[in-house]
């Protein structure tokens, strides 16, 4: 198979690996940009963005890298060409979030079946399994389709978010949960999971993605969480 299908970079093409050492290095070597606290979104004023205001039921934002170059390419990549070689790539980054905090169960944000079906996996479920991280006691399930979130404003995604998720199994009592991405954008989508998480009883609820939007999204291929 490597033969006919010769693994090449996600995003220069350079033959030999799924992410080459230069673009990893890119990725990595990013200036550092003044970031809110809170949902590490760029921010350069004082204290939280305001945007973090309507993230009441999250505790936090975590992301190995900025939604942009190569990481913005690995993401896009791995959801709509399929190129599978990359989660263990994308986990290794993830991992070292995950060693600094400790979660007691992660939840992978979940797709609606329909779209699971047409695409044949769930990347946050992939990243999920290759880390190895622990498994709730139950499970959170995209109960409703939604619109894709990048064509609407902040209000909008809270609304079209707005009871797409519930959780079956048994509760969360005091236990310190992380859902888990591949991309957060305004974080409308992992806070109404927190939302449901917390009325099941999760004493803290963190936001983890391997990439962090920093708004704007503007074009279709950004389409997130469809
Ligand atoms: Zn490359
Ligand atoms: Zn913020």
């Keep these: 198979m490597d033969l006919l299908y010769p693994e090449r970079c996600v995003n220069c093409g350079a033959f ?3 992410f080459c050492d230069s673009c990893e290095a890119r990725m990595l070597d990013a200036p550092p940009i003044p970031r809110c606290a809170f949902c590490r979104g760029h921010w350069d004023g004082k204290d939280n963005c305001p945007r973090c205001f309507e993230l009441q039921a999250l505790d936090g934002v975590r992301a190995v890298a900025d939604y942009e170059g190569p990481a913005r390419r690995l993401v896009l990549s791995l959801k709509y060409r399929y190129t599978l070689p990359v989660v263990p790539v994308m986990a290794r980054h993830l991992q070292p979030l995950f060693d600094d905090e400790a979660f007691d169960a992660v939840v992978p944000v979940p797709l609606h079946p329909s779209r699971q079906r047409y695409r044949g996996f769930n990347q946050a479920e992939l990243l999920h399994r290759e880390l190895g991280l622990p498994q709730p006691p139950g499970q959170l399930l995209r109960v409703r389709r939604t619109r894709a979130q990048y064509a609407l404003t902040s209000v909008g995604r809270a609304a079209n978010v ?3 998720f519930a959780y079956h199994g048994d509760a969360l009592e005091g236990l ?7 991309v957060v954008t305004t974080g409308a989508t992992a806070n109404e999971c927190a939302r449901v998480l917390r ?4 004493a803290s609820v963190t936001a983890v993605a391997f990439a962090r939007a920093n708004y704007g999204p503007t074009s279709p291929d950004d389409a997130l969480h469809i």
């Design 162 to 164: 707005a009871g797409a």
């Design 176 to 182: 310190r949960v992380a859902i888990l991405d591949d």
């Design 199 to 202: 009325d099941q009883g999760a």
């Design 16 to 18: 030999g690996a799924s």
